[in-house]
């Protein structure tokens, strides 16, 4: 499957946004989708993840309240509204998929084996 992130952008302190992630291939509605972000210097880190139908979600304990993440099988579209955004949420966006879905939650990136570009997402203070 191949992903391609966009929607991000320059907005304020607790403004909003929402990511959005086209995904190509037959099988997108068999992949776990996950957001990830990551900040200048600083490590690729886990934001949210959506099971393959769409009943599970999970998210980093730091934007647990803020962010949401849905998809749209039909669409083959995966997305992350983002809301009450901080300075600290600057990042690079990507979206990522795996073949199948996991209890407990794949968190890490190396668990995931398909990569979009990303999106840059910039919070002014």
């Known amino acids: 499957v191949q992903l391609q992130a966009s929607g991000g952008g320059l907005v304020q302190a607790g403004g909003s946004l929402r990511l959005s992630c086209a995904a190509s291939g037959r099988t997108f509605s068999s992949y776990t989708l996950g957001w990830f972000r990551q900040a200048p210097g600083k490590e690729r880190e886990f934001v949210a993840v959506?099971?393959?139908?769409?009943?599970?979600?999970d998210f980093a304990d730091s934007v647990k309240g803020r962010f949401t993440i849905s998809r749209d099988n039909a669409k083959n579209a995966v997305y992350l509204r983002m809301n009450s955004l901080k300075p600290e949420d600057t990042a690079i966006y990507y979206c990522?998929?795996?073949?199948?879905?996991?209890?407990?939650?794949?968190?890490?990136?190396?668990?995931?084996?398909?990569w979009g570009q990303g999106t840059q997402v910039t919070v002014s203070s």
């Open positions: 959506i099971s393959p139908t769409g009943s599970s979600t």
């Open positions: 990522a998929a795996r073949p199948f879905w996991t209890r407990p939650v794949a968190y890490r990136p190396d668990e995931y084996n398909h």
